[in-house]
Structure formats: structure tokens, C-alpha cells
């Protein structure tokens, strides 16, 4: 199995989980013109796109793979939140209801952001082991068992953004949002230190703020504690053999 990273930014979040049979589409802020592109312009061999929360950045193009005859699938709060209440694509999941999508299996868990009802991931596929998906949360209390990959938000730096704070580029209501919204690379490393880490072979940082954050040190830091592949994404990034066993 192959990741595909088409955005992973508050200017759009687009991933797609794709072998040479079939594709999962994780979240669809971004352009629907750079999706068909990703899918060499078909959608046949799609099995769905799964939805975490409403926010613009993960749902731009929600509309369009409706029409597209894509299943999408997300919690009743999202979908609500995005003015749908009933359309025969639209897909309901709950936290801690286990669901199939093609050959993925899909088991959404709860996880805090200011918004309605958000949901993280585990993604389960015969190639790809046990994935966990995590964006768009400043603390996960869950721990998780048997993981083979991780996507895992690091946001920003507690220490780039008070030093923004201190020197008047940030103001502080900002800081306080953010502190209570988006995962630090700080609770980041503790999420990963929460975890056995012993089956895994990627670790996936996404959602990289532009000012507060430093992706060759987040990349860093990440790798000297755990000791594993480390990808920082950005759009355009693909990484082949996103599998359970490295090759
Ligand atoms: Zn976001
Ligand atoms: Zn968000």
C-alpha cells in the first residue's frame, strides 16, 4: 500500500491509502481537480472517503465526491455541522463502532478539537497492519494496542509560540485557541511515549502549523525517541510500503 499526502496544512488535509485494486481517501480539504489527479482521473477503484470533522481545511471538497458517487463517511455531528442531514452517499459513524469500507476496516474513536463531534482513526487493512490517525486534537487520553503505521498531528511548538506571544507576533487569545484545538509536537511525543511502539515502521507527522512549528526538528526529535521511519507530510509526499512488515 502506498500513502498519498495531498495537503497537510490548515490550507487543506488530503490523504489516500492506495494499491494497485483499491484506495481510501482520508479526509478532502483540498481541490477536487488535485484528487481526481492523485487517482489518475478515476474514482473506480475508491472504496470511500472517511471524514474526521467539519472544519473547511478536511471537508472542502465534501460536495464534490458526493457527486462523484463516493461513499463519505463521518459522525452525525460533522455531517450536521456541514448542513447535510440526508443524502444516499452520506455514511454515519460513531465513536467506537467498527465499520468496513471495501477491504479497510475502520474503527473511529473519540478525540477533543472545537468542533462538533471529531473523530481519529484506526485503519485496518491486510497490507497496512494497524494504522492510527490522529489530527485535530490537542490530547488523546486512549492508548492503543497493536500498531503497525502512525499519522500523527504535530502541530506547533509550545516553545516557538509563547516566544511569538512574548515578542507581540502572536497575540495571546490566538495562543490560548490553539493550546485548545491542535496537538503540540510536545504531546505528540508523549502520545507516542504512551504506546508500544513495537510493531511500528512509520510514524507519519502531519498538520504542521506554518509560523509555529519546525519540521526538521519535530522530525528529529520524534526519531531520537523512538527510533523509527519518520516522515514529516507535505502535499506531494507519497510513501510506498506504508505497510505492517518495512519491505
Ligand atoms: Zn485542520
Ligand atoms: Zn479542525
Redesign the pocket.
Known amino acids: 500500500m502506498d500513502l498519498k499526502v495531498l495537503g497537510s496544512s ?1 490550507k487543506g ?1 488530503c490523504y489516500i491509502l492506495e494499491n494497485d485494486t483499491e484506495a481510501l481517501i482520508i479526509e478532502c480539504g483540498v481541490n477536487i481537480k488535485d484528487i481526481k489527479k492523485a487517482l489518475d482521473f478515476s474514482f473506480n477503484k475508491v472504496s470511500g472517503c472517511i471524514l474526521t470533522h467539519e ?1 473547511k ?2 471537508s472542502f471538497s465534501l460536495i464534490d465526491l458526493l457527486k462523484a458517487g463516493v461513499d463519505v463517511y463521518a459522525s452525525k455531528g460533522t455531517f450536521k455541522a456541514l448542513g447535510y442531514k440526508q443524502h444516499h452517499r452520506i455514511k454515519h459513524i460513531a465513536a467506537n463502532t467498527l465499520f468496513q469500507v471495501g477491504s479497510f476496516k475502520v474503527l473511529p474513536f473519540a478525540i477533543q478539537h472545537d468542533c462538533v463531534e471529531p473523530l481519529g482513526f484506526i485503519i485496518n487493512h491486510p497490507e497496512t497492519g494497524n494504522i492510527l490517525f490522529i ?2 486534537s490537542y490530547y488523546v487520553s486512549n492508548k492503543f494496542r497493536n500498531i503497525n503505521n502512525i499519522i500523527i498531528e504535530a502541530n506547533f511548538s509550545e516553545g516557538i509560540i509563547q516566544k511569538r506571544v512574548e515578542d507581540g507576533k502572536l497575540p495571546e487569545f490566538l495562543q490560548d485557541r490553539i493550546f485548545t484545538s491542535h496537538m503540540s509536537i510536545e504531546t505528540t511525543l508523549k502520545t507516542l511515549e504512551a504506546n508500544d511502539l513495537s510493531q511500528v515502521n512509520n510514524i507519519v507527522l502531519i ?1 504542521l502549523s506554518d509560523g509555529n512549528s519546525n519540521a526538521d526538528q519535530f522530525k528529529s526529535a520524534v526519531e531520537s525517541q523512538t527510533g523509527k521511519r519518520v516522515h514529516v507530510a507535505d502535499a506531494g509526499l507519497v510513501i510506498e510500503n506504508f505497510n505492517k512488515k518495512p519491505f
Open positions: 490548515s488535509n472544519h481545511d478536511h489530527t485535530d498538520h
